[in-house]
T-cell receptor
């Protein structure tokens, strides 16, 4: 059972470099989310998507862009990485079929270090 | 905007004992959902328990139960007969009643729970 898969799991970048994190889910979920987790701050929502071709800003969107060209994939891009973007990034998805549960299904996280 | 507060950054308890993790939240909504998620050292977030605000009965899942006090905006998690596998970071989270585009979780800062053998 793959569920939500994030790639890569680890990455080290230099300031100013760009990169893309890929999230893939095989549960046919409509909603997908990108969160970042920092010590003492819990998880904060960066961007989310309510369906293919849609994206919306979350709590901390600055410095990130996202795209949802296919229903199963949600990409998070950093155009010019900054040390403040050093974090663990989590992708999650949730579905709207059947009775509402509100449960989000998370990937294993991607640890990004910006030097 | 909703806020979720977890005032206990760290807790520890002996194996087999009972422990309660606190969570308070602030919202002007009348209908919403509350969650406790567990993040073990493996990092993957797992749903522990869910409470719907319009239900007065407290949710229970095996050894896990909640004390939901809507008027006080309090949502604590009780773990009974704690086990070593309960060692994890626990996050309290809030979600508005779902409308299109509204299904986002707001998390607290977490409580790191250690079960001592």
């Amino acid at each position: 059972n793959a569920g939500v898969t994030q790639t890569p799991k680890f990455r080290v970048l230099k300031t100013g470099q760009s990169m893309t994190l890929l999230c893939a889910q095989d549960m046919n979920h409509e909603y997908m989310y990108w969160y970042r987790q920092d010590p003492g701050m819990g998880l904060r929502l960066i961007h989310y998507s309510v369906g293919e071709g849609t994206t919306a800003k979350g709590e901390v969107p600055d410095g990130y862009n996202v795209s949802r060209l296919k229903k199963q994939n949600f990409l998070l891009g950093l155009e010019s990485a900054a040390p403040s973007q050093t974090s663990v990034y989590f992708c999650a998805s949730s579905g709207r079929q059947g009775p509402f549960t509100g449960e989000l299904f998370f990937g294993e996280g991607s640890r990004l270090t910006v030097l | 905007a909703q806020t979720v507060t977890q005032s206990q950054p760290e807790m520890s308890v002996q194996e087999a004992e009972t422990v309660t993790l606190s969570c308070t939240y602030d919202t002007s909504e009348s209908n919403y959902y509350l969650f406790w998620y567990k993040q073990p050292p493996s990092r993957q977030m797992i749903l522990v328990i869910r409470q719907e605000a319009y239900k007065q009965q407290n949710a229970t899942e095996n050894r896990f139960s909640v004390n939901f006090q809507k008027a006080a905006k309090s949502f604590s998690l009780k773990i009974s007969d704690s086990q070593l596998g309960d060692t994890a970071m626990y996050f309290c989270a809030f979600m508005k009643h779902p409308n299109f585009g509204n299904e986002k979780l707001t998390f607290g800062t977490g409580t790191r729970l250690t079960i001592i053998p």
